[in-house]
Structure formats: C-alpha cells, structure tokens
C-alpha cells in the first residue's frame, strides 16, 4: 500500500485522461475532436459592499402593478398584446364612451295595466326607473415610440370610475 500520490499513464504530473485531458467529475472525456469546454460558470460574488437592494415598499422587477383590459403594468414596464413599452415617461389617454339612461322596466308597465282599475293607483307604478349603463371606455397609451389601444366594455358607473382610477394609479407610477 503506499499513501502518496499514484502515477497517471505518463508518470508523476502528467495529466489523466479525462475531460479535456483534466480529470473532471461528470464529464467525459471526448471520443475524437477538440476538447469540449465545460458551461461557463456564473460569475463569483464581488468583495465590498453588497449590492444595492431596493427600498423597502418597492416592488421588484417586473411584479406586476395593475391591469387594464389587455394592459398589464409592472413595476418596471408596461406589457401588452404587442409587446412591452418603457413604463417611464408612458402618456395614458382614456376616453368614456359609455351612458347611462334611465327607462321605466317593462314590469312596472304590466303592473300599471293591471291596477289600473284600482282608483288609478296603477299609474305609480310608471314612477318606477331602472338606470342602464351602456357602452365601453378605451385606454390609449404611448411610450417609446410604441401606441396601444384596448376597448373595456362597462355596465355600470362605479365599472367605469374603476378603471378611470386604475389609468391614474398607472400615471402615478409610469412619471
């Protein structure tokens, strides 16, 4: 038994064969050709100071913020169906298509028709008004050069302060 190093096939310091002729754990050596080099490891963490982490409440790269429609914002870039706009310096449009109209529900007219032999106290029946919002609100926005619209279809008042919110909240974060 001897407790020192044992010769490779060229004797004392010469290399095994192996991986690129180093010996090397999971790589074999290759059957012809060049050596294959092994993947590039990442790099080694610098000595100093650690790297700048982001203030505390900030969102990290790309979580996303909000939605609108079709338009996704994240903390670092504006995603949609086209692809991705800069979030800084974004200009957001938002145009509201939508009405709301107020109409008399057909069942008020049937319970005026029925009651109306009572004393006419059928007719308060006609008082009765049913609010119907109709329509949609579109979202314009514009960053490096790039446009994108998307149409939100809306049924009711707070619906569209919803999104009127959500295009200024985007506003807030994209100066």
């Known amino acids: ?3 020192g190093p044992q010769p490779g096939p060229g004797g004392f310091g010469a290399p095994e064969p192996g991986y690129g002729g180093v010996q090397g754990y999971g790589y074999p050596a290759p059957a012809y050709g060049p050596p294959i080099q092994p993947p590039a490891m990442p790099p ?4 100093g100071y650690p790297p700048q982490a982001a203030p505390a409440g900030a969102p990290a790269p790309g979580t996303p913020l909000v939605s609108i429609g079709d338009i996704s914002v994240l903390s670092d870039s504006i995603m949609t169906p086209a692809g991705a706009l800069p979030l800084r310096g974004a200009v ?5 298509m939508s009405r709301t109209e107020e109409k008399i529900p057909p069942v008020a007219i049937v319970l005026a ?4 032999v009572f004393c006419l106290l059928g007719l308060l029946f006609l008082l009765m008004k049913q609010k119907v919002t109709t329509g949609h ?4 926005v514009n960053s490096g050069g790039r446009f994108h619209s998307t149409m939100i279809p ?3 008042p707070q619906a569209v302060a919803d999104i009127m919110g959500r295009v200024n909240y985007a506003r807030s974060v994209s100066m």
């Open 154 to 156: 809306v049924s009711s």
């Open 1 to 3: 038994m001897t407790d």
């Open 44 to 47: 080694a963490p610098a000595y």
């Open 137 to 140: 609100v579109q979202v314009n």
């Open 113 to 116: 028709i029925l009651f109306f």
């Open 92 to 96: 957001w449009t938002v145009t509201d």
